[in-house]
C-alpha cells in the first residue's frame, strides 16, 4: 500500500491557506513556510534512529536518547532555501549540502551548476527540501545524485505536491517518501500547480515582478 503523503494537521491547514492567500506579505509568506517546514518535518523524521544516552540533571543522573544518525538536508535551489533554518532548528547537527540545477531546454538534460555533493561517506538519511513538488523532474535528478552519493535512505519534503511530480517520483524511485502539507489537482500549462500558491521563490524573497 502506498504511503500518505499528505501531513494532516489544524495547524498545517491554517497556515497553508495564509501561504496561498495572495495577499500574505513576503515576510509573513517566509514564516508561515518556517512554521509549515517545522510540522512537516516532525512527521517526516519519525523514524530517525536513536541511542541511549545518559544526562546529569541538577538533581541526579538520568537517561535519555540522542540522534544516532548523521542527516542531510539538501535544499532545492531556490526556494528550497525558506525550508533549510527550521529543519537545521530541530536538528543543529545536520548537514546542509547544495545542489544547483537547472534543465537545457534544448537537450532536456538536467545541468549542475553548482554541485558540492562528495563522493565518499554518505550521509544516513537524506532530507530533499521542495517546497513545490510540480514536474518532479528536478528533485528526480537530486534524488539520483544522492543515490550516487551512496545514501540509503532519502525523503522528499514539499508544502505542496502536485499528483504529476508524485507520479515521477513513485515511478523512478519507489522507495523515496514523500511528505507534503497538500497534494493539489494539477499543473498548469507552465507548469505551475493549480492552485498552488505562485512562485515559492519569488514570494518568500520578494523577487515577483509585474513584467514578467
Ligand atoms: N515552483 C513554484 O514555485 N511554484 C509552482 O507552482 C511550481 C513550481
Redesign the pocket.
Known sequence: MEEPIEVGHPLIDHHLQLLRDERTSPGDFRRSARLLATLLAFEATRDLETVETTVRTPLETTSGRRLAQRVGLVPVLR?GLLMVDPLLDLIPDAEVWHLGIFRDESTAQPVYYYDKVPTDRPVDVALVLD??L?TGGTVCVVVDRLRAWGVPRIEIVSL?A?PEGIAMVRRRHPDVRIRACAVDRH?DHR???VP???????RGFNTQRDDR
Open positions: 526556494a517546497p513545490m510540480a505542496i502536485a499543473l507548469k505551475y500547480i498552488g500558491l505562485g512562485d515559492a521563490g519569488d
